[in-house]
T-cell receptor, first 109, second 116 residues
Framework: DQQVKQNSPSLSVQEGRISILNCDYT??????FLWYKKYPAEGPTFLIS?????DKNEDGRFTVFLNKSAKHLSLHIVPSQPGDSAVYFC????????FGEGTQLTVNP | ETGVTQSPTHLIKTRGQQVTLRCSSQ?????VSWYQQALGQGPQFIFQ???????GRGNFPPRFSGLQFPNYSSELNVNALELDDSALYLC???????????????FGAGSRLTVL
């Protein structure tokens, strides 16, 4: 039972444009949602989070949107930079973190 | 401040053997969680340790076991290794109330286990 799903295994964008990564979930008990970024040979690093009582959280170039009725969240990166190229994991929390499968983002110069 | 360190970084075992993976948590963190990441998948929760006791477990068989020590470091032990146990094993530490969704996990780089 995959409670957190990222349906796009990969995404390619041009430098300076917007990157939009999507995530869907099924468990209504999740109370926090987080995004982690992972470079090769490194562990995932925390990027940004949002509480289930909010619909938007912004931190610099990164914004996370939460649509509870649709059980959907998205991560927007504006403007995208080549250094943003990494695997992005969506994660949801209810006593423990449940991760999606990840999306490989490639930002082309 | 040092982050989360894991050892060994890579290891190869044969089916039926046993393995122990080690993790030193970030300074000031009292909770350790272990995750298994198979190729092309997201990390899957194995279990969490808080105050030296197991505090939640994912859908993994009893041959996956762990320990947390008084200095908050931790071990993951896997007995009777199977081919499907080949994966990246990630350790993560955090502070605060373990069940709080607001707790941010700090991950190590992982231990890559190959079972032949």
């Amino acid at each position: 039972d995959q409670q957190v799903k990222q349906n796009s295994p990969s995404l390619s964008v041009q430098e300076g444009r917007i990157s939009i990564l999507n995530c869907d979930y099924t468990n209504s008990m999740f109370d926090y949602f987080l995004w982690y970024k992972k470079y090769p040979a490194e562990g995932p690093t925390f990027l940004i989070s949002i509480s289930s009582i909010k619909d938007k959280n912004e931190d610099g170039r990164f914004t996370v949107f939460l649509n509870k009725s649709a059980k959907h969240l998205s991560l927007h990166i504006v403007p995208s930079q080549p250094g943003d190229s990494a695997v992005y994991f969506c994660a949801a929390s209810h006593q423990r973190l449940t991760f999606g499968e990840g999306t490989q983002l490639t930002v082309n110069p | 401040e040092t982050g989360v360190t894991q050892s060994p970084t890579h290891l190869i075992k044969t089916r039926g053997q046993q393995v122990t993976l080690r993790c030193s948590s970030q300074s000031g963190h009292n909770t350790v969680s272990w995750y298994q990441q198979a190729l092309g998948q997201g990390p899957q929760f194995i279990f969490q340790y808080y105050r030296e006791e197991e505090n939640g477990r994912g859908n993994f068989p009893p041959r996956f076991s762990g320990l947390q020590f008084p200095n908050y470091s931790s071990e993951l032990n896997v007995n009777a290794l199977e081919l499907d146990d080949s994966a990246l094993y990630l350790c993560a530490s955090s502070s605060g109330v373990p069940s709080s969704g607001a707790n941010v996990l700090t991950f190590g780089a992982g231990s890559r286990l190959t079972v032949l």
